[in-house]
């Protein structure tokens, strides 16, 4: 684990937390990215609904999985409530993070993040700008812009196995670089 304090003009503290995550054209691309849907995508998600309105500790937390050619980030980040810490937030989101790793996800939540992952697929192609930069897009990072069309078979494919091996591989706690932000007032001039 790596670990950073950033020492900066904010109003509130917050937190990001970093592990690398797969290539684009890897097969652990699509189960890292439902993962990274199932922690934050709409308020039911596990990192929102534990974060922002169950502990109240957090007005917003987010995951998400960058895509390209090489390895990117899978990023976590949590923006803490005033008078609460990114430690309560950290402790909290490698509990869920150890609790998929371990139990996996329900069939809700894995098929709630596919049909956001078709919503988002199919909303690419509703213009022709949309259209041309998707196919160009799946050109340069994965070779063929053909393979654009494989996108929703290879998301509809992902198990709750899938996701929990995803988990364990990925988001470990020796794998992992944290950000705190630690907000400092700004010199009045």
């Given at each position: 684990e790596?670990?950073?304090k950033l020492h900066k003009p904010a109003e509130l503290p917050a937190v990001a937390i970093g592990f690398k995550g797969a290539a684009a054209s890897s097969p652990d691309f699509p189960p890292l990215n439902l993962l990274a849907s199932i922690l934050s995508t709409g308020q039911s998600s596990r990192l929102y609904k534990r974060l922002v309105y169950d502990l109240e500790i957090a007005?917003?937390?987010?995951?998400g999985l960058d895509e390209y050619v090489?390895?990117?980030l899978f990023t976590i980040f949590i923006q803490m409530q005033p008078g609460k810490t990114t430690?309560?937030?950290e402790e909290e989101v490698y509990r869920i993070l150890h609790d998929i790793a371990e139990n996996g996800v329900t069939d809700e939540e894995l098929q709630k993040a596919k049909n956001n992952a078709q919503v988002d697929y199919v909303n690419n192609f509703k213009t022709n700008v949309g259209i041309a930069n998707r196919l160009g897009y799946y050109e340069v990072i994965h070779g063929d812009y053909r393979k654009s069309f494989d996108v929703l078979e290879k998301f509809g494919k992902v198990t709750g196995d899938d996701i929990r091996r995803v988990a364990a591989a990925y988001l470990g706690e020796r794998m992992r670089t944290v950000v705190t932000l630690v907000p400092e007032r700004q010199e009045s001039t």
């Open positions: 790596r670990r950073i007005t917003e937390a987010g995951a090489d390895p990117g430690v309560d937030a």
